[in-house]
């Protein structure tokens, strides 16, 4: 099928590459002509694993191009996807203006039917919104549907997550785009859910609400591991066994992140709000993921007394592992903080570093991993990146004034850590 995705990011950027791997004609669209410019001379503006090499081989077998002009991408396809971001506003309500934006080029281009999709992260009632929008600016007055298709993927496993999916959701207020929907998703082999457009925007919001509310409550227990003695990774393995619980989620350690998470609580909580429900439960997980990265500080200064001067070796900066994306990072925060108190930075992270640089002030940037401990007076794992497992631990001892690790994300093994010489200090353990 003939496919246009409008928004280069990480969600449109993978959807489209993906979507032309199972044999779609897919056309990318995006406003800013420089990432146009990039993605035509075979760049990527983001690291994503896996997707360089689909971006290469559909783009070289011609079923992948790049363009500026929306209206060029609307006319050359069947379906239109809106993959724009919506970013949060200062009351914790989410900026739709690039949605709206979309919506009206989208309309102005139309001559004939289209499907348009909404494959951002919108609060409910946004598709009826977008409908209104091309209805109003449709100067053909050709027939249209609108259509919620949320995604989930999550940064770094994005690429497996869209080619093994573990549902695809179709939200429509007409029968007659479902048809085409299976069509393009039938290579995916995903179950699919077909309902109407307002629970397809909820159940994003309430997928993601979930998640983050998983990660607060193993947070939470870790703070009572730490004042019993207990072990959370032990306790997280004892309550995953039950299949009702699951264990992915139930990882402690800084608290949630990232782009998404953050701003989709908030939204839901704004959501509620408005129809009318004080969402109580989602505050207290903010809360409580507030609290978790206040809890780590205060272990780095119980540790080590005054900041001021002190020389703190810090490895990741991304918010999560594969990915170069710091939005709202916890590993950025923490360096952030870690520098109030006047504590002078090294730092390294796989992938994340060039994009750190725009938002992290003063700090010593090292390219390599086993040289970041080098004068520091301690370290401080802040992400989860498997390369951090393989650190030379016997080098980083003997490079450190003192031997001290605060790892923010429990890579390594407490016990064994002890000893070989550590002063180690996790979460919840």
Not at 173 to 193: D, G, H, L, T
Not at 237 to 249: C, N, P, T, V, W
Not at 382 to 391: G, M, P, S, V, Y
Request: aromatic content about 8%.
């Amino acid at each position: 099928m003939k496919l246009t995705l409008i928004g280069t990011g990480y969600v449109g950027l993978v959807t489209g590459a993906c979507f032309a791997e199972v044999g779609h004609h897919v056309v990318c669209v995006d406003n800013d002509e420089a990432k146009i410019k990039l993605l035509q001379a075979g760049g990527l503006p983001i690291y994503e694993p896996g997707l360089a090499e689909l971006v290469k081989k559909n783009t070289a077998a011609g079923r992948l191009s790049f363009t500026a002009n929306t209206a060029e991408g609307v006319q050359k396809s069947d379906v239109i996807f809106i993959a724009v971001p919506t970013p949060p506003l200062p009351d914790g309500s989410v900026d739709l203006s690039f949605i709206e934006r979309v919506a009206r080029d989208t309309a102005t281009a139309m001559t004939d039917y289209k499907i348009i999709v909404d494959k951002s992260t919108v609060p409910v009632k946004t598709g009826e919104k977008v409908a209104e929008t091309i209805k109003r600016y449709c100067a053909s007055r050709v027939d249209f549907d609108v259509v919620s298709n949320p995604e989930f993927l999550r940064e770094g496993f994005a690429v497996s997550d869209l080619m093994k999916p573990d549902r695809i959701v179709i939200g429509t207020r007409s029968p007659r785009p479902v048809a085409v929907m299976k069509e393009i998703y039938a290579p995916f082999n995903a179950p699919m859910v077909v309902t109407d457009i307002n629970s397809a925007e909820l159940i994003k919001h309430a997928s993601n609400s979930f998640l983050a509310l998983k990660i607060s409550y193993i947070n939470a227990l870790a703070a009572i591991c730490e004042n019993t003695g207990a072990n959370v990774q032990e306790v997280a393995a004892g309550m995953g066994l039950d299949e009702r619980i699951g264990r992915r989620f139930l990882n402690a350690g800084l608290g949630f992140g990232g782009s998404c998470f953050p701003k989709d609580l908030s939204a839901f909580i704004k959501i509620a709000e408005q129809v009318g429900y004080d969402f109580r439960l989602l505050k207290e997980v903010q809360r409580i993921n507030t609290e978790q990265m206040d809890r780590f500080i205060k272990k780095i200064i119980d540790t080590l007394w005054v900041l001021k001067g002190k020389r703190i070796g810090v490895l990741g900066l991304a918010f999560k592992q594969n990915t170069d994306d710091v939005r709202m990072s916890p590993a950025i925060e923490l360096c952030q903080r870690l520098q109030k108190e006047g504590a002078i930075l090294r730092v390294h992270d796989p992938k994340a570093m060039d994009k750190a640089r725009a938002i992290l002030n003063d700090a010593t940037w090292v390219d390599t991993l086993d040289d970041v401990a080098e004068g520091c007076d301690a370290l401080v794992v802040a992400t989860e990146w498997d390369e951090f497992k393989n650190l030379d631990l016997d080098r980083a001892r003997k490079l450190l004034t003192h031997p001290i690790m605060f790892d923010g994300r429990n890579l390594f093994d407490r016990v064994e850590m002890e000893r070989r010489g550590w002063i180690y200090k996790s979460v919840g353990r």
